[in-house]
């Protein structure tokens, strides 16, 4: 998967296996996002292409903050990932994703320290918020000049919502015809100052969930029997969403964000074997917002790979969701998130020890 891709990247972005690089410790800091109109599928696993275009919001609360620093006298490429050391295919993949970056194996080895503030792969977008972050900061390190386009494209190899976590606010990953990745990329929508709303996350798992997303969404391509009819309806969802986010429409955005909610998960579980990331505190507080809504509550659902369930509403609808939430068997936590920033470069360096 990573050398094609970075055989693309390099000839497009870099022309060159790349010479120069900072030896100072950069440290860059992305958010995670979650999709409103889902992502789910590959057109290409080799180059990490996405089958359907989706819409994000990214969220100010949740966050990845990664140091990367390139030292010479290192044996190998060494990762802190949650302040433990890490090895085994989480350091493979950052391995991995530098090689890209530079063009090569042939660079110096790097130290990376990444933590992040909420639960690690358990369906919160932590690899979109992780390789936004990593893309940045090895831009940086590489002394490469990107264009956002060109940095959400990197990020992308790494992870396919990590090129949303690039960008602020409202986004929309673009879904390209091209074999080599090269219209595939986010663009910002709307800025983290467009719109007041909030997204709380109830966290019913710290969990690593047991399947993937790359495993899952192959798995739904080859056995689901709805996997095309999922494809082909996906242009309307994302202009019927441009269009409702463009008038503030929030029960237009909230409706629309639960139907490519539940078409995705009724998607994952119609594959063979079915697919199933939910608990029972995610069922329950379903029907929990659902309650509120059938109360005069503008609340709506949407759920990733994972158990957590999040919640769309209005900032004067925040404390009856939580007093909703708060007597569920389950749920440990509730994360109140406002629309936040794209990544960007920190002077605050992650210690660099191990």
């Excluded at 358990?122 to 264009?147: Q, R, T, V, Y």
């Excluded at 047991?210 to 709805?226: F, I, K, Q």
């Amino acid at each position: 998967m990573f050398i094609k891709s970075a055989t693309i990247f390099c000839v497009t972005k870099t022309h060159s296996v790349i010479k120069k690089f900072s030896s100072d410790p950069i440290t860059a800091v992305a958010h995670s996002n979650i999709a409103l109109i889902k992502y789910w599928g590959k057109r290409s696993v080799d180059y990490n292409l996405p089958a359907v275009g989706s819409i994000s919001l990214t969220l100010d609360a949740l966050y990845t903050r990664t140091t990367l620093q390139f030292m010479e006298n290192l044996d190998s490429d060494q990762l802190m990932l949650n302040k433990r050391q890490s090895e085994g295919e989480p350091l493979k993949r950052v391995s991995d994703f530098l090689d890209i970056v530079a063009g090569s194996d042939d660079r110096p080895n790097a130290l990376i320290k990444s933590d992040n503030n909420f639960p690690t792969g358990a369906g919160l977008a932590s690899s979109a918020s992780g390789f936004a972050a990593l893309a940045l900061a090895a831009a940086k390190g590489f002394e490469l000049a990107l264009s956002k386009e060109e940095l959400s494209q990197l990020a992308r190899i790494g992870s396919g919502s990590a090129a949303r976590s690039i960008c602020g606010g409202f986004s929309q990953m673009k879904l390209g015809t091209k074999d080599d990745g090269s219209e595939d990329f986010a663009i910002s929508l709307f800025n983290e100052k467009y719109w007041d709303i909030r997204l709380l996350v109830a966290v019913t798992s710290d969990e690593k969930k047991e399947l993937g997303s790359t495993e899952g969404m192959m798995r739904t391509a080859n056995t689901a029997p709805y996997y095309d009819s999922w494809v082909k309806s996906h242009p309307k969802d994302l202009e019927d969403m441009k269009q409702a986010l463009a008038a503030k429409d929030f029960e237009k955005t909230g409706n629309l964000t639960e139907h490519s909610c539940f078409k995705m998960h009724g998607l994952v579980m119609a594959a063979n074997p079915p697919i199933l990331y939910w608990n029972a505190a995610t069922t329950e507080t379903i029907h929990r917002v659902w309650n509120l809504r059938r109360n005069g509550i503008q609340a709506y659902v949407t759920i990733d790979a994972g158990p957590q369930v999040k919640i769309l509403c209005l900032p004067e609808s925040v404390k009856a969701v939580r007093d909703a939430l708060t007597d569920i068997e389950g749920v440990r936590s509730v994360i109140e998130a406002k629309p936040g920033p794209g990544a960007y470069i920190t002077d605050t360096v992650n210690e660099m020890t191990i």
